[in-house]
């Protein structure tokens, strides 16, 4: 078995383009297509699609880079601990980050990293889908705590959240406010869903330490918490998210909070990756710097 190609298989599957795996490795895209092809002939089974369009996996695929990716991510992490010995943190660092994890993509926050660690390259994908970093082939994370898988790594970014539903003042005045959560549904809203054709997201209360939840019917629904405040500060409605999302506008006066005792706060956002015995220098040099932000 040549395990270079089955390294290389997995930029593809992480990729899902010969043409940017070959980037990453510095090689042309025939070289990397050739590589894959003498893969599977030594497996005996396609592990690719290939159109002119786009690159996919069979399901042999998708069950070889499921199987394979942990053990590549420990290698490259031993790899890259074992270089540090001879010099400062380098190479690309891919982080999966929450939209609305607002401290961890401050502009200082990240702009000292990268001035401190010159030769990292940070390659960061704002997303709040839920999926494994490591077969996507990810450094690290950063999601609210109660979301994150029980065997990885935990440190955290910041004290606690809590989300809030705002309005702008003139929405106030206009239609009051409720009482309680279950008055939202003669409000207007203004939802959030993460993508097309899911159900938009029900707003979470508490109340005496008990949670519970309440299935707006926005009149507006959009996967963009900017676009989500703009119309809030319009006073298209009453909105819900995360209180630092909100807080410029709240100092300002531009949105109000309402609900605030239905409102607890809770643990907050964490960076998280797998428990690994080497820990690469790059993830090492983010993970000191967060601590030292703090």
């Known amino acids: 078995m040549d395990f270079n190609a089955l390294s290389v298989f997995a930029l593809v599957a992480e990729e899902r ?17 050739q590589t894959i092809r003498r893969l599977e002939e030594t497996i005996g089974i396609a592990l690719v699609r290939r159109t002119t369009r786009s690159v996919s996996l069979t399901e042999a695929g998708e069950r070889l880079h499921t199987e394979i990716a942990p053990a590549i991510a420990d290698m490259r992490a031993a790899v890259e601990a074992t270089g540090s010995l001879r010099g400062r943190p380098r190479g690309q660092l891919r982080l999966a980050v929450s939209s609305i994890a607002e401290g961890f993509l401050s502009g200082p926050f990240l702009a000292a990293f990268a001035e401190a660690n010159p030769e990292v390259q940070i390659d960061i994908t704002v997303t709040d889908e839920e999926f494994d970093i490591v077969a996507q082939g990810y450094d690290a994370g950063v999601r609210l705590g109660e979301v994150i898988e029980q065997d990885m790594i935990a440190v955290p970014v910041a004290g606690e959240e809590r989300q809030l539903a705002v309005c702008a003042p003139a929405y106030r005045d206009r239609f009051g406010e409720p009482a309680h959560p279950g008055e939202l549904a003669a409000h207007r809203c203004i939802g959030w869903r993460p993508a097309p054709g899911v159900a938009p997201y029900r707003w979470e209360f508490a109340v005496d330490g008990k949670e519970f939840s309440v299935a707006v019917a926005p009149e507006i629904t959009t996967n963009d918490m900017a676009l989500m405040i703009k119309l809030a500060v319009a006073g298209a409605g009453i909105t819900f998210g995360m209180e630092q999302s909100f807080r410029p506008w709240l100092d300002r006066g531009e949105l109000v909070p309402i609900l605030e005792t239905y409102c607890p706060r809770f643990a907050g956002f964490y960076l998280y990756y797998p428990g690994r015995r080497n820990l690469a220098p790059k993830l090492r040099a983010l993970v000191d710097h967060l601590q030292r932000f703090r």
């Open 17 to 33: 383009s010969f043409r940017a795996a070959a980037d990453r490795l510095g090689v042309t895209r025939s070289a990397v297509s």
